[in-house]
């Protein structure tokens, strides 16, 4: 047990698991976040997990399509992937690095794997902008996996910071909107963590590998892999390992704005919507 006030213990409010689903050009993922059974949590949109040995899961990729209005980020475990956009942007996204695309105003661009066996693994979250940062110019901050700190809080417990703090330690994404934070956690059987999450941000854990427990006493849940919780009640997140466990921790600001959105557009109004459809189409991307 930790020696924090239950009152204060962030516990599970929700609980769904993944939905198999597949996009771009027939790429097979789990649906997370944006499906109907969690279409949002403010300010995330949506969040996939790709995660396969089968090169033909992946192999088509996503050839070119269009954003505007919001950010995804791409997070890699295994594999790589090559993204070029029209605005002559262009790299690889490599295990362990991450890739965090502002669309703002809106591009266009294509996410293919750059190999043709092999695991391929990893996360894309989509996290919205607030309307005075909709029509932003695009903007791209990507990371290697060296430039991801490494915090190793207790024994046994290991966390890499994309976003936000821990233990002092901050990870290099900067979104001041949102306020993000991105974590990966991994923990050996049997180890625990507690962290304080920032107040008043929706948060979730997603467990990718092993089996979690979330919160303690009366309110404790166990997560198994692939499930996600949202949480809610207190700011402290305590988590237990099952097993030789990890799992993303995602929090963030809401933005409580109106959302219109069709698929690759993120607005505030219909009347927006409608005029990205427009502007695609008229090549304004
Ligand atoms: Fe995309």
Not at 9 to 15: F, N, S, T
Not at 191 to 199: D, E, G, N, Q, V
Not at 216 to 226: C, H, M, Y
């Amino acid at each position: 047990m930790s020696a924090i006030d239950p009152a204060r213990h962030a516990r599970v409010a929700g609980r769904l698991r993944g939905m198999p689903t597949s996009d771009g050009a027939g790429v097979r993922l789990t649906r997370v976040i944006g499906s109907p059974q969690l279409p949002d949590l403010d300010p995330f949109l949506l969040l996939d997990e790709f995660g396969t040995e089968r090169a033909e899961d992946y192999i088509a990729g996503f050839p070119e399509h269009p954003h505007r209005g919001f950010e995804t980020v791409t997070y890699m475990l295994d594999g790589r992937m090559r993204h070029r956009d029209n605005k002559g942007h262009e790299g690889l996204l490599v295990p362990g690095g991450v890739q965090w695309m502002t669309a703002g105003s809106g591009l266009v661009h294509s996410e293919m794997p750059e190999q043709e066996a092999g695991r391929m693994r990893g996360f894309q979250l989509w996290v919205n902008l607030p309307a005075k940062d909709k029509m932003t110019a695009p903007r791209y901050q990507e990371f290697g996996p060296e430039r991801i700190p490494l915090v190793q809080p207790s024994e046994g417990v290991e966390v890499r910071v994309i976003a936000g703090q821990v233990d002092g330690v901050a990870g290099p994404v900067a979104q001041p909107a949102t306020d993000p934070l991105y974590l990966d956690v991994a923990l050996e059987a049997g180890r625990s963590w507690t962290h304080r999450l920032p107040a008043g941000h929706n948060a979730f854990v997603y467990v990718y590998e092993g089996a979690l427990t979330v919160g303690e006493g009366d309110d404790a849940r166990q997560l198994s892999a692939q499930e996600l919780a949202v949480l809610g009640g207190g700011d402290v997140l305590f988590v237990q390992a099952n097993a030789a466990t990890r799992a993303i921790v995602v929090a963030g600001r809401p933005l409580r704005e109106p959302v219109a959105r069709h698929g690759p557009f993120v607005m505030n109004t219909r009347e927006e919507l409608m005029q990205a459809f427009v502007d695609f189409q008229e090549g304004r991307f």
